[in-house]
């Protein structure tokens, strides 16, 4: 099967994959919150394990399964507070269990850095655990599950990602961040604003979990953290000279390579939702 799939364009690898995803995650929001809690859970920590593993090709030696460990307690945890399951307190777990990582590193004889992986640690953390966590809260609101507000903010994602694919690859002339991203246009990220505004209209019109307005809003603040959060990924992997953050997903690299725009685009989402709507 992976000969076979390899014998495919980039293009067809994207497509089968797209569509094999897109399946899986739209039975694991559709069926249940806790099928959406346990899905995201699971590629919350796939995806903190790659990066893990990535900056390990660097020379670096995070904690990477007691790190990943943590991040999946805060997932969870998360998902049982805004389901109404636990207490609020219940959050202060995560403050013995993240501090468990120095005395870890304590022991650690062999680590010449140990503050710089103990940084590297905490990093997984908040730049993968925190911003999965963070969509228990956009789907938990009130403690009631919203599944057409999970599903409309990938729509947006998933629109604004292909249109700027398909705008970049056949108008793209002006360069958007060559230094980070020598691939990315000015073209493209018109063509992925366009594709998540046709997105938006629609969700205004079929899904009511949030006003036109609101609908638009977010649409706007995904297009925009979502591409700075490919830039950011971009920057990470040029950092340690690689070009895709693993191979698990064919034709769409790795984990980190697939959510690296959602990654930046939940903490705003969520700010504005709590703030504003």
């Known amino acids: 099967m992976k000969d076979h799939l390899n014998r495919m364009s980039n293009l067809q690898q994207r497509v089968i ?40 090709l660097d020379g670096n030696q995070p904690l990477t399964y007691y790190g990943t460990a943590v991040g999946c307690l805060i997932c969870l945890l998360t998902y049982l507070i805004e389901k109404q399951i636990v207490d609020y307190d219940s959050y ?21 850095k140990p503050f710089t992986n103990i940084g590297f640690t905490f990093l997984g953390l908040i730049y993968v655990a925190v911003p999965f966590a963070l969509l228990n ?14 599903l409309g903010c990938l729509l947006l994602l998933w629109a604004s990602d292909i249109g700027a694919y398909f705008a970049g690859t056949k108008f793209g002339r002006r360069k958007l961040f060559e230094r980070v991203s020598p691939k990315k246009s000015w073209e493209g990220s018109v063509g992925g604003a366009v594709a998540a505004a046709v997105i938006a209209f629609f969700l205004t019109i079929y899904v009511d979990d949030l006003r036109p307005w609101e609908w638009y809003c977010v649409g706007a603040i995904i297009v925009v953290t979502g591409t700075y959060g490919d830039l950011v990924e971009s920057l990470f992997k040029r950092s340690i000279a690689i070009k895709d953050s693993g191979s698990t997903i064919p034709g769409h690299g790795g984990f980190l ?3 690296d725009g959602l990654l930046l685009a939940a903490p705003f989402i969520i700010t504005f939702l709590k703030l504003f709507a």
């Open 92 to 112: 202060f777990l995560i403050c013995p269990a993240a501090s468990m990582i120095f005395l870890i590193k304590l022991y650690k004889k062999r680590d010449l």
């Open 17 to 56: 994959a797209a569509a094999v995803g897109v399946l899986i995650i739209l039975f694991g929001i559709w069926y249940s919150d806790w099928t959406f809690a346990l899905l995201f859970c699971a590629i919350s920590a796939l995806t903190q394990l790659e990066f893990y593993k990535l900056l390990g």
């Open 257 to 259: 390579d697939r959510f």
């Open 137 to 150: 809260v956009l789907a938990l609101r009130g403690g009631t599950y919203h599944p057409g507000l999970m």
